[in-house]
């Protein structure tokens, strides 16, 4: 077997040809041609730049009810967010990628706990600072 058949799931469809199981940005250019590798960029802009154009277009519709609008963007964002980490940094579920995600995971909870522990801090200094009009007071 070669290198791409190892990769990659093969099975043979009922006209005899040869197909191949990939996930969306898992693309293999070992033995293949530059423009089947540029395909899974060119689809991944293409949707980016749909959920960006949807996101500002949503702002200026009714279509949604004012106080649903974050929650929309937010889908939306979360969904772009999942457009780049498949097409364009190439995460994907195969069993090769488990030290990708695994870093994924990793950042995502530091950026996590340091987003988290900020608020946390600056919600405690805020509920136990003394107010400004009191510290005007003091100071004279």
């Known amino acids: 077997m070669s290198n791409a058949d190892d990769r990659h799931a093969q099975r043979r469809d009922t ?3 040869e ?9 293999y250019l070992g033995d293949i041609e530059v423009g089947s590798g540029l395909r899974g960029y060119v689809i ?3 949707l980016a730049t749909l959920l ?6 949503l702002l200026g519709t009714n279509l949604i009810w004012a106080p649903g609008i974050p929650v929309a963007l937010v889908v939306l964002a979360i969904a772009q967010m999942g ?4 097409f364009f940094l190439h995460i994907t579920t ?4 488990t ?3 695994l870093a994924l995971a990793f950042g995502v909870l530091i950026v996590v706990l340091v987003i988290g522990g900020s608020i946390w801090i600056m919600a405690n200094l805020d ?6 009009n009191a510290n005007m007071n003091v100071n004279r």
Not at 19 to 27: F, K, Q, S
Not at 127 to 132: K, R, T
């Open 15 to 17: 006209d005899g040809l």
């Open 19 to 27: 197909r191949y199981d990939t996930a969306p940005g898992d693309e």
């Open 44 to 46: 991944g802009l293409g």
């Open 52 to 57: 960006t154009i949807a996101s500002f277009w």
């Open 83 to 86: 457009v780049h980490l498949v």
């Open 94 to 97: 195969g069993p090769d990628n």
């Open 99 to 101: 030290n990708n995600a």
């Open 127 to 132: 509920h136990n600072l003394m107010p400004m």
